[in-house]
Structure formats: structure tokens, C-alpha cells
């Protein structure tokens, strides 16, 4: 998004460069060629008429020529910005659904030989990538795409969410009704629940709602062994706190999804595990 914002802006300032540096040499030239006729000397005039025109003409090809290939390559620019996008999204989308339907196979799998780790393994790491892929495809598409409110179940979207977390023991306090988009909250959860599971080595969440004036505030947090970094860094696009940790796109992601729906999400430090505060409008 910042991108395609700083594309623009490119493309605008080109065309206002251009407008505005025509106009000032267009009125360089008409007041130079004013200022020649008032000349005591017809000759004198004329021929510092014909200065001013050839050279005023040329500032004004020059400027011209300048100024419409810098709008041209803004402009191309744009568009190429904007066909990388709708093939990342395309690719992006095409991959998910290969990768849900290898996790499908996985799970069945995993479920006919359940003490087998390296099936196991393979549907931690298939989880894993198909959470990457669709953080992604929400980033690229994030600013084409409008969230639709609508009153979701606490309880019914975290044990639907449970399945792909086998080693996580998901455990929620009360009913809540949350009002947000379902893809938004669902990946806002995808994210922290992956973060606790990969980073934390968590083996159980903890979700706790709590009404508020304006909505419901949910608490999550885990048993697992937290975040020794600074807070502030939490949710940073690009900010890497270990040699081991990831690019922070799902926490980033995450809490720019919260901020869309009128909301807010958080982090905060404890002994143990990692918490997570999200406000979001709704009724407990």
C-alpha cells in the first residue's frame, strides 16, 4: 500500500512540476518580449525580440521534452507497480489453494497414523506456510479490499481455528459476540496463535473477554516462554528481533487489520508467556 501511495504522489508531483515550471517559462518569455518593445532602438528591439524568442523557445522544449518524460516514467512506473501486484495476488492465490488442499491430505493422513512425527511435522510446517501465503494475499490486495462488519462468535471461530493447532490446548473463558470482518479476525488469530505455537513453544492459550464501554476487550495470552525483546519493536513491518525469528508481517499485519475494523491491538510484557490485548466493537 505505502507503494502504491508513494507512486502516486510520484505521478502528481510530476505533472505539477511540469504545469508549474511551463507557466513560469512561458511567463518569462511574454514578459521578456514586452520589456524589449519599450527599446529607444528599433534595431536594438528587434534583435533582442529574436534573443528572447529563439532562447525562450528552446527553455520552453527543454522544460517541455524534460517534464513530459518525467510524468511518462511515473506513469509507467504506476502500471508496472500495479501488474506486479495483480500477479502476486493471482500467484499468491493459486498457491493457497494447492496448500489447503495438501493440508486436507495431511490431516487425513495424520489422523490415520497418529504417533507418526514426521506427518506431524509436515502439517505444523504446510500451517505454517499457508498462513505466510494468505498474509501476503491480504497485504497485496489490502487496499482494493473493503472488511465487512458482521456479529461472529468468539467460541465458534476459535474452535474452528483449533484443528490446525493440535499442540495447542485453546481455551476461552466465556461467549463473546465480536463485530468484525471473519477473514480479518480469523487471520488476526491465525497470527497469534502461530506465534505462540512457533516462537513460544507454547501448549496452551488463554482467551479472556471482557466488556467494555465501546465493545469488548479480549486478553490472550500463553504459557509459553514470551518475548525478551522491546514491546515498541512488536508488530514492526520488516523488524527482525532474533537471527531466528521471522520478518514480522504477521503482527504487523495483524494490528493494521484491527485499526480497519475500529479497533486495536497490543502487547504487553509478563513473567511468563505472551499477551496479546485486542479491543474490537461487540457485546459480551
Known amino acids: 500500500m505505502m507503494g502504491k501511495i508513494l507512486n502516486r504522489w510520484r505521478f502528481l508531483l510530476a505533472l505539477v512540476w511540469l504545469a508549474l515550471t511551463l507557466s513560469l517559462s512561458a511567463w518569462w518569455l511574454v514578459l521578456g518580449l514586452r520589456q524589449s518593445t519599450l527599446l529607444e532602438s528599433n534595431q536594438a528591439a528587434a534583435k533582442q525580440q529574436r534573443m528572447l524568442f529563439w532562447e525562450g523557445s528552446f527553455l520552453l522544449g527543454c522544460v517541455l521534452i524534460g517534464g513530459g518524460a518525467l510524468t511518462y516514467f511515473a506513469y509507467s512506473d504506476?502500471?508496472?507497480?500495479?501488474?506486479?501486484?495483480?500477479?502476486?495476488?493471482?500467484?499468491t492465490h493459486e498457491l493457497k489453494t494447492s496448500l489447503t488442499s495438501l493440508r486436507l491430505q495431511a490431516e487425513i493422513l495424520e489422523e490415520a497414523h497418529a504417533k507418526n512425527e514426521?506427518?506431524?511435522?509436515?502439517?505444523?510446517?504446510?500451517?505454517?506456510?499457508?498462513l505466510q501465503l494468505e498474509n501476503a494475499l491480504i497485504l497485496a490486495q489490502e487496499e482494493k479490499t473493503n472488511l465487512i462488519l458482521e456479529e461472529i462468535s468468539l467460541s465458534k471461530m476459535i474452535q474452528?481455528?483449533?484443528?490446525?493447532?493440535?499442540?495447542?490446548?485453546?481455551?476461552?473463558?466465556?461467549?463473546?459476540?465480536?463485530?468484525a470482518d471473519h477473514r480479518a479476525l480469523e487471520c488476526i488469530f491465525r497470527n497469534l496463535f502461530q506465534n505462540s505455537a512457533v516462537h513460544g513453544k507454547a501448549k496452551n492459550i488463554f482467551i479472556k473477554p471482557?466488556?467494555?464501554s465501546n465493545g469488548v476487550n479480549l486478553w490472550i495470552a500463553d504459557d509459553g516462554k514470551g518475548f525478551s525483546g522491546e514491546n515498541s519493536q512488536l508488530?514492526?513491518?520488516?523488524?527482525?528481533?532474533?537471527?531466528r525469528s521471522g520478518t514480522g508481517l504477521g503482527l504487523y499485519l495483524s494490528k493494521k487489520l484491527a485499526k480497519r475494523m475500529g479497533g486495536e491491538l497490543s502487547f504487553t510484557k509478563d513473567k511468563e508467556g505472551f499477551h496479546a490485548h485486542l479491543h474490537l466493537g461487540g457485546r459480551v
Open 210 to 212: 471482557k466488556a467494555s
Open 118 to 130: 514426521n506427518l506431524r511435522r509436515l502439517l505444523r510446517d504446510v500451517v505454517r506456510l499457508e
Open 78 to 91: 504506476q502500471k508496472r507497480y500495479e501488474e506486479v501486484r495483480r500477479f502476486f495476488s493471482t500467484f
Open 235 to 243: 508488530g514492526k513491518y520488516f523488524v527482525r528481533h532474533t537471527t
Open 160 to 179: 474452528s481455528l483449533a484443528v490446525h493447532w493440535p499442540q495447542l490446548q485453546l481455551k476461552v473463558e466465556s461467549e463473546a459476540k465480536l463485530r
